[in-house]
């Protein structure tokens, strides 16, 4: 079994809900979520924003679907970091 | 999410705060000041019976209420679709299952009914005298002089409420829009009077 550690997500998100909603919302999605979020740049209707997840256990699909359900739109994922359970050992 | 708490969320997304503030006074005062109006034209008509009065009280009230919950939603969905759109433009992406899809379907509902409540409620509570003289209920004074007394202190709240919104201070914008009820009641005086 292989666990997803960190991951970099490249966003694109409304200005509402806010950066400080949109990380809270994230980390809510997992027990021990680590959220960083670092806005990149902001347009008239939208803002580009990089998300860096910790955790012992990522469920991306969970991730990806809280970013939908507040508008965002996830463009890339520019860094992984995965464990297996070997590696553990 | 609790019901309040996502209330709370999609009035923020949307940036609709100030619109249900805003059309909560400025549908409010217009109940407020039509049952003045017509309280004071049955004052000085001074010849119809009590159930009459609020018979067209409530008429025009249930009226107003309507044209509220009908104009608010017919305009905010509109307005509402057109900024979903331009937000689904600039994010190249369909936004009707998320958060600001779902504001598009609900806030609308939202400001329509504090836009028809608003007034109905405040034309109920200033006909609510001519209810308790009619249940046979004894006031101090006349239902119908009781009646503007309760429309002018929901006026001079609402301008209260303005105050505490605005910054300002309540008692002056109470005033403010007391002696706006007050020109009303002048102005029908002298075109209804004689």
Known sequence: MVSVKRLVLDILKPHQPNALEFSCTLAKVGDDYHVSLTVIEVDENTETIQVVIEGNNINFEAIQSAINDMSGSLHSIDVVEVQSEADKE | ?194
Request: with cysteine; glycine share 10%.
């Open chain 2, 1 to 194: 999410m609790k019901p309040l708490n996502q209330i709370r969320f999609l009035l923020r997304i949307t940036r609709t705060h100030g619109i249900v503030r805003r059309y909560f006074v400025v549908n409010g005062f217009d109940g407020a000041l039509t049952m003045l109006g017509l309280i004071m034209g049955f004052v000085l008509s001074s010849s119809a019976d009590l159930s009459v009065i609020i018979t067209a009280c409530l008429g025009a009230a249930i009226a107003l209420g309507v044209s509220g919950v009908s104009s608010a939603y017919v305009s905010e969905q509109a307005e509402l679709r057109r900024a979903l759109g331009e937000l689904e433009d600039a994010m190249i992406a369909d936004l009707h299952d998320s958060a600001h899809g779902e504001a598009t379907r609900w806030v609308p509902l939202l400001i329509a009914l504090v836009n028809g409540t608003a007034p109905l409620i405040i034309s109920l509570l200033i006909i609510s005298p001519l209810w308790l003289s009619k249940a046979g209920i004894s006031l101090f004074i006349s239902p119908l002089y009781a009646a503007i007394i309760i429309a002018f202190l929901l006026i001079f709240l609402l301008g209260v409420f303005l105050g505490r919104v605005s910054g300002i201070s309540w008692l002056r914008s109470g005033f403010q829009t007391l002696l706006i009820a007050l020109a009303t009641v002048l102005l029908i005086y002298l075109f209804a009077g004689g």
